[in-house]
């Protein structure tokens, strides 16, 4: 069969590869999985089934239904501290990959000059390479007087995910004013995935919206909520991008589901804080529990710690599954270089307890 040739410059994500993998291991230590580990909060799901029940089954707006919208903008106003946020200024999405999709169809040509942030969410250089950008790496431990010399091209994008998928980095603001300074003098779109933003263990989490106004902000509910499989995320940006990406969204998947867009108006009145806890008491045991043993840093956000190990990655995890049944994640799908692996802690305490002494004895 005749394929466009664009197909080959993807493969199937090692992430889901990983996910297969451990179904072959009986009784796996599973360390790889990106997604929490707790049930999505009983009040949305019942927000969710009433909504269908009330026959909330049709096609929606295809920017999404006012009042989610509306309380998007209420959200991103109390919590973000983005003032001029407004419902005309919000595209409802089926997730975050949806909504990187759109921008990426929307906004980047053939030979665009792509500025990520690494180590980076592996969608970001897949899908930009499929789309025919040229993509530079930003290691994202830069300080901001490094970004003088990336002022000499005119970049069409410049993206991150803050806290960080995979390192749990949370970036400081001098470092986003800085990448917010770039972009105003280079013309390009600032992207800042905010995913995992309630997953910020030590209260340094900041949206650089709220300071630059031209910043396209996406927020998604699958990680805070364990609505993954809901598919639910939200574009805030400039006016025209909007309008412009809602016309794309016309031609592609219509509208976010309708059904899950009631279950996020549930979702931003619940208190997450328990779970949140749960979560940093977990990030602290695994730092204290490895820290000795392998060269990385304490995770400020998201679920996630990036190790730095002996060897090569693909040959660790190899080894980790035969010797120890442990699944990780290689690290060289999220940068260029194959010294690290990904660890998620979204798990329970017995499987991460099990986890910690696999990794100390390998």
């Not at 199937?12 to 009784?27: D, G, H, M, Y």
């Not at 999404?64 to 999405?93: C, V, W």
């Not at 976010?256 to 008491?281: C, F, H, W």
Request: include cysteine; aromatic fraction near 12%; hydrophobic fraction near 40%.
């Amino acid at each position: 069969m005749q394929f466009a040739e664009r197909m080959s410059w993807i493969d199937s994500s090692p992430i889901r590869k990983a996910f297969e993998l451990a179904r072959t291991v009986e009784n796996p230590i599973n360390l790889s999985i990106g997604q929490p580990h707790f049930p999505c909060p009983p009040n949305i799901v019942e927000a969710l089934c009433k909504a269908t029940r009330d026959g909330h089954t049709a096609y929606t707006l295809t920017a999404g239904i006012p009042s989610f919208r509306e309380a998007m903008a209420e959200k991103y106003k109390r919590e973000n501290q983005i003032s001029y946020a407004h419902p005309d200024r919000i595209l409802a999405t089926s997730g975050i990959s949806s909504a990187l999709f759109l921008l990426f169809n929307a906004c980047i040509d053939p030979g665009d000059e792509c500025l990520v942030v690494s180590p980076y969410f592996l969608m970001y250089p897949a899908m930009l390479k499929f789309y025919g950008a040229k993509l530079t790496a930003l290691p994202e431990t830069f300080a901001p007087e490094d970004l003088i010399n990336y002022q000499n091209k005119k970049w069409k994008l410049i993206i991150y995910s803050n806290p960080s998928n995979p390192t749990g980095r949370v970036l400081k603001k001098e470092q986003l004013r800085a990448l917010a300074n770039l972009a105003d003098k280079t013309g390009a779109f600032l992207i800042s995935d905010e995913i995992y933003e309630l997953f910020d263990y030590d209260k340094e989490f900041f949206s650089i919206g709220s300071e630059y106004e031209k910043t396209v902000t996406l927020t998604g509910f699958s990680k805070t909520y364990n609505m993954t499989g809901l598919r639910l995320a939200s574009i805030l940006g400039p006016l025209e991008l909007i309008q412009n990406l809602t016309t794309l969204q016309q031609y592609t998947v219509v509208c976010a589901p309708s059904v899950t867009q009631y279950a996020g108006l549930e979702a931003l009145k619940t208190d997450m804080s328990a779970y949140i806890n749960d979560y940093r008491e977990k990030r602290d045991f695994v730092y204290d529990s490895l820290k000795d043993h392998y060269e990385t840093s304490k995770s400020g956000g998201a679920f996630y710690f990036f190790l730095k190990i002996k060897g090569n990655d693909e040959e660790f995890i190899k080894r980790a599954v035969l010797e120890q049944k442990l699944i990780l994640v290689p690290g060289f799908i999220f940068c260029d270089n194959h010294s690290h692996v990904r660890l998620s802690f979204a798990t329970d305490w017995e499987n991460l307890k099990r986890g910690m002494k696999a990794l100390q004895s390998l």
